[in-house]
């Protein structure tokens, strides 16, 4: 239950002055409905109200504050057009000040600036020619309020309808409701810091004196520490909870591996015996395993997924392997079954076309324990899919899978190990995030004799020439992909784009020799398509960015991606993937349209580097994390002040420090760790407080 010390902040906005059921919506379109996500809202910049300068050294856009005294009302000079302004000059011994109001009320303008009164007024000057503006003034007071004028004051991200003053006041008087919470951070961590307590910092943020101190400062600093904490800690009481379930070990007896070792028609490379090493441990062991597996493109993840597989198999247990697609499933159930051909296990193959007696055979096999190993799609996590035995979940290109998609595949059996593969390597920061201390094996060489890519940066005028050179590539029998991306608003402009493309390109090398595929095509056509790609009737794809993961075609040789400026490194290093699976010399080739400097530098990058690993490191410097993976989709926590490229060495503090708290005090029951309830109930983490022991 939530401490009693955080009621207030949970409470509605509504009971704050000044916020009604009307003005609710906007704040809710804003920050949220309760006090915790006003209280969270923080300034996006500041205005220093401070400077007196003289009028004549008013210089344009600065915020000026002065006492003035109020000389004559003109009214617009055309009265019915909206953009002819009504003015009131006014002056003080440092010069004239012309203040202007479009749409104004005369009347009011009169009672607020009456004709030989001084006035304090605050706002952005403006000079048109020789004359000083203010337009529409933030202040207008009488003189004795000048003190309150002149200070420094924070400016918040707004929503249309509601005005900063409101917002002001509305966050004033939640701050003045905010209570003094127990202190969660280790003493020597914070004096190390320089930190002050929560409130004190959340105070502090509110009301930065610089911009710098927007960018950046120990309060911001601690507030976001305060995030990373929390979301470590719960990750590792979550993560203490399944994993600590004994009887777990899974040890088969090496027949089937054997079997399999002397079937490969190649030597395995060091990486995957390292790795298929490691993960042989993990499932040894008694506690649940939990893998990350990197490797890139080409790697060679698959052989290391069946190596585990097997070895469940051996221990009697059955393992299943999920893939985003049905074409990336078929391709494992068909290398997989060939390789495994007389080795003597059972392959169940289950995607959404497999219907009827066919699957109800299948789904019955599976329950009763005939199949071994079950290959497929998002099929597979449905509810009438029921395992005998599951032992070994493999989860292929996992980010392709949302975190609630990949817990159904982990919930059809008792605590089974978990194997996640990828091949876009997520930045180090990206999974400390998401998964706390999961491990993590990394696939680095690749199997021998694959060849660099050679990458060119290329402007789109080019094109004339690379065709040329598409035409000798296809005369000697490779093949090559052309990349057509998403770039306009509307998919079907886009569409548009692929289709002319694929017109053109059929007059110049014949009709049937082109193939295209993109995202509205059903999917069993595009399929059709990619295999005959992949078999040899067609030798150039021109595809939208629709082309499935992970698909091995073996002799594509050339790829070359349109408006490769719009795209991530990670996503452009996915899409060059797919040539190089050979020991030919393969290319790529990105086109530019027009380029930034970003896209300049991140094109740089590309052509100098091969290394996804290094790549996925840059497209986080470069974009952030919430774009490299999408916030919603990857399990990435939607931190509010903290941020995965500027605070990751908060990050691993609070990983280290989470660590050491589940070592020495895993229920929370001293009093850091009574403060440290506090903090995980700030931030929401309810439903992992039933793993504490009551405290
Ligand atoms: P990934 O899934 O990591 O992108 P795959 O598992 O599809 O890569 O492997 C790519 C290709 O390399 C496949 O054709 C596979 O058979 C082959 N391969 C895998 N391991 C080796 C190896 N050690 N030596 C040679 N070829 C390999
Ligand atoms: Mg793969």
Not at 142 to 165: C, F
Not at 269 to 281: C, P, Y
Not at 538 to 557: F, Q, R
Request: aromatic share 6%; glycine share 8%; hydrophobic share 40%.
């Amino acid at each position: 239950m939530r401490p009693e010390i955080l009621f207030a902040l949970f409470t509605d906005i509504k009971t704050l002055p000044g916020i009604g059921a009307k003005t609710r919506f906007l704040y809710e379109k804003l920050a949220g409905t309760r006090l915790i996500d006003l209280i969270y809202h923080l300034p996006s910049a500041c205005i220093d109200r401070r400077a007196m300068p003289s009028i004549m050294d008013m210089k344009d856009g600065i915020v000026a504050t002065s006492i003035v005294q109020i000389e004559e009302h003109i009214p617009p000079a055309r009265p019915r057009d909206k953009n002819s302004p009504f003015k009131v000059r006014c002056y003080n011994e440092t010069g004239f000040l012309t203040l202007v109001f479009f749409r104004a009320y005369p009347d009011y303008l009169k009672k607020q600036l009456p004709i030989g009164e001084k006035r304090a007024i605050s706002g952005k000057v403006e000079r048109f020619g020789g004359e000083v503006q203010i337009a529409h003034p933030d202040y207008i007071e009488p003189v004795s309020r000048l003190k309150d004028i002149q200070k420094i004051e924070p400016v918040y991200p707004l929503t249309a309808g509601l005005g900063q003053k409101n917002l002001r006041k509305s966050l004033t008087a939640a701050l003045d409701k905010t209570p003094n919470l127990p202190e969660w951070i280790d003493p020597f961590f914070m004096k190390r810091n320089n930190w002050q307590s929560w409130k004190k910092s959340l105070l502090k943020a509110h009301n930065p004196e610089t911009d710098a101190e927007i960018e950046s400062s120990p309060a911001k600093n601690r507030l976001a520490y305060d995030e990373l904490l929390a979301s470590q800690l719960a990750l590792k009481i979550v993560r203490k909870h399944v994993s600590h379930v004994k009887g777990r070990s899974i040890k088969g007896g090496g027949d089937l591996r054997q079997k399999l070792l002397e079937k490969l028609p190649f030597k395995l490379t060091n990486g995957q015996e390292e790795v298929i090493k490691q993960i042989h441990a993990d499932q040894e062991s008694e506690e649940r395993m939990m893998r990350l597996l990197q490797g890139d493109v080409g790697s060679g993840k698959t052989v290391v997924a069946l190596f585990s597989a097997l070895n469940a198999v051996e221990a009697g247990k059955q393992a299943a392997i999920m893939a985003p697609t049905e074409i990336l499933a078929g391709q494992h159930y068909k290398w997989i079954s060939e390789i495994t051909d007389e080795i003597g296990i059972n392959i169940g193959y289950l995607v959404g076309s497999i219907k009827g007696k066919q699957r109800a055979q299948l789904l019955e096999q599976l329950e009763n324990g005939e199949i071994d190993l079950l290959i497929g799609t998002h099929a597979l996590f449905q509810d009438k899919v029921i395992f005998k035995n599951l032992g070994l979940a493999i989860i292929d290109e996992q980010h392709r899978f949302g975190v609630n998609q990949r817990l159904s595949l982990a919930n059809k059996g008792q605590n089974i190990d978990m194997l996640l593969m990828t091949a876009t390597p997520i930045p180090r920061t990206l999974t400390l995030a998401m998964y706390g201390d999961m491990e993590v094996s990394l696939l680095k060489d690749k199997p021998a004799g694959r060849k660099e890519i050679n990458t060119k940066v290329l402007p789109a005028s080019k094109i004339d020439p690379i065709l040329d050179g598409i035409g000798r590539v296809i005369e000697k029998g490779q093949k090559t992909y052309w990349i057509c991306p998403l770039v306009e608003e509307s998919e079907l402009i886009d569409l548009a784009a692929a289709e002319n493309r694929y017109n053109e390109f059929r007059r110049v090398f014949g009709h049937n020799k082109v193939g295209l595929v993109h995202g509205k095509m059903p999917t069993n056509e595009r399929q059709e398509v990619m295999l005959k790609f992949r078999d040899g009737e067609i030798d150039l794809l021109v595809a939208t960015t629709v082309i499935e993961v992970g698909v091995d075609v073996k002799d594509a040789t050339v790829i070359v991606i349109e408006h490769a400026e719009r795209f991530g490194l990670s996503q452009l290093h996915q899409l060059r993937g797919r040539v190089g699976r050979n020991d030919m010399n393969s290319s790529c080739i990105l086109l530019y349209h027009a380029l930034g400097e970003i896209a300049k530098e991140r094109l740089t990058i590309m052509r100098e580097s091969n290394d996804g690993f290094y790549l996925a490191e840059e497209d986080l410097r470069l974009r952030g994390g919430g774009e490299v993976l999408g916030t919603k989709q990857s399990g990435l926590p939607n931190f509010k002040i903290a941020n995965l490229t500027e605070h990751f060495d908060l990050l691993k503090a609070a990983n280290d420090d989470s660590k050491l708290i589940m070592q020495t005090d895993p229920d929370l029951q001293t009093t850091r760790g009574k403060a440290l309830r506090t903090l995980l109930y700030l931030f929401e983490y309810d439903s992992q407080m039933k793993y504490l022991k009551v405290g």
